[in-house]
């Protein structure tokens, strides 16, 4: 985990906002103070806000559980994202004039925590009790 102070959003990235959406970052090239991302993971809470269909499996990020959209990158499902965040989460939205079209980008100032996965890795490869392999 990173602090989002002096970092720079790659490709890859991931961050979790202080609604406690988890998203990746898409691309090298940002806005001032936002980053273009995808919607990963939504918090139960809003769930509901979602008209997608989501995988039966969830997840458990401390203490909260998460649903994933059963196709995350269909153009559909991209809409229903648009249109929820428009409705619910207008901040996360932004018109990008090189696409000519809104298109989801978190504020930096909503971003909590950050993983860059080589870091991740690093943290993963220091420790002293480590999973066991198959």
């Known amino acids: ?6 970092w720079t ?3 890859g990235d991931t961050f979790v906002t202080k609604e406690g959406f ?3 970052v898409f691309g090298y090239d940002h806005p001032a103070n936002r980053v273009f991302a995808f ?3 939504i918090p139960s809470r809003f769930a509901e806000l979602f008209q997608v269909e989501f995988l039966e499996r969830t ?4 203490g909260t559980r998460f649903f994933r959209a059963e196709k995350l990158y269909t153009a559909k499902n991209y ?3 648009l249109d929820t965040f428009r409705k619910h989460f ?3 939205l932004y018109y990008c004039r090189f696409r000519d079209k809104e298109v989801i980008s978190a504020p930096l100032d909503s ?7 080589k870091e991740c890795l690093a943290n993963i490869r220091n420790l002293k009790e480590r999973d066991s392999f198959y």
Do not use: A
């Open 9 to 11: 959003p790659l490709d």
């Open 90 to 92: 207008p901040e996360y």
């Open 79 to 81: 809409q229903t994202f």
């Open 39 to 41: 919607l990963k993971y």
């Open 1 to 6: 985990m990173k602090e989002k102070t002096g």
């Open 111 to 117: 971003i909590q925590r950050v993983f860059v996965p």
């Open 22 to 24: 988890i998203f990746n």
């Open 59 to 62: 997840w458990q990020f401390e």
